[in-house]
């Protein structure tokens, strides 16, 4: 049963000093047991922080969740900041991965958040994230969608993972993953939508970027159907990891 949520927007310092801005989002009733909910460190595709983003996490808020978005973006222009984004991500360090603990750490330190119980989320650039984390020891479980698949995922934490069938750029993530999940033996929940492509899970931030990402190999989006099996099924697989 969904739950009644409020958010606000918050600021965390990063590593280097920088107040980075965040969106954060929880159930406004007490948590069951301790008063204090599981947190999800969700990390936003490349568009960045918009009303999309901010709907899903509202939907994982309202399931149960703290939920915060920080806003790598905001160190400068959008370009400049893709660019670095992209560079920490291929070489699995940099600024990028500090900005993303230094907002763990802000995540763990709230009232209403159990230190404890932390998960890490991310579409797209953000799910390649979320599977570099998945190894640093400090998440429970992780959550990417059609996300950049590491070299090596050894000491990674339970993934449930989920891709889109026509995404044909990032079906050899989706096949590196299952053989790496296979090969290093972590427990996981996979699934590919035959009938979804990338970004399935939330609409285009225009009608333009819309009808181009359908015509690249990547067929990009929105398929609610989609969106809605993959969110119960992240749901319970962390409910079942999180305790």
Known sequence: MSQPVASKVVEFRCADGVA???????PTEPGTFSGQFPGILFIYEAF????????LADSF??????????????????????????????????????????????LVAQPEVDASKTAVLGLCMGGGFALLLSKTGLFRVVAPFYGHVPASLKGACPIVASYGGKDLAFAPHFKRLKQEIKKQSIPADLKNYRSA????????????????GQALPIHTGHNPKAEKD????????LRLHLG
Do not use: Q
Not at 48 to 55: A, F, I, S, T
Not at 87 to 103: I, M, P, Q, S, T
């Open 20 to 26: 980075m801005p965040a969106y954060f989002v929880c």
């Open 48 to 55: 960045g922080m918009n009303n999309e983003m901010r709907r």
């Open 61 to 106: 808020a309202a399931e149960g969740f703290a939920v915060m978005i920080p806003d790598l973006f905001s160190r400068g222009l959008w370009l400049s900041c893709i660019r670095r984004l992209m560079a920490d991500l291929k070489n699995e360090c940099g600024r990028g991965v500090d900005d993303l603990l230094a907002a763990r750490e802000w």
């Open 197 to 212: 492509g990338h970004s399935f899970m939330n609409k285009s931030p225009n009608v333009g970027l819309a009808l181009l």
């Open 230 to 237: 993959a969110r119960k099924r992240v749901v319970n697989f």
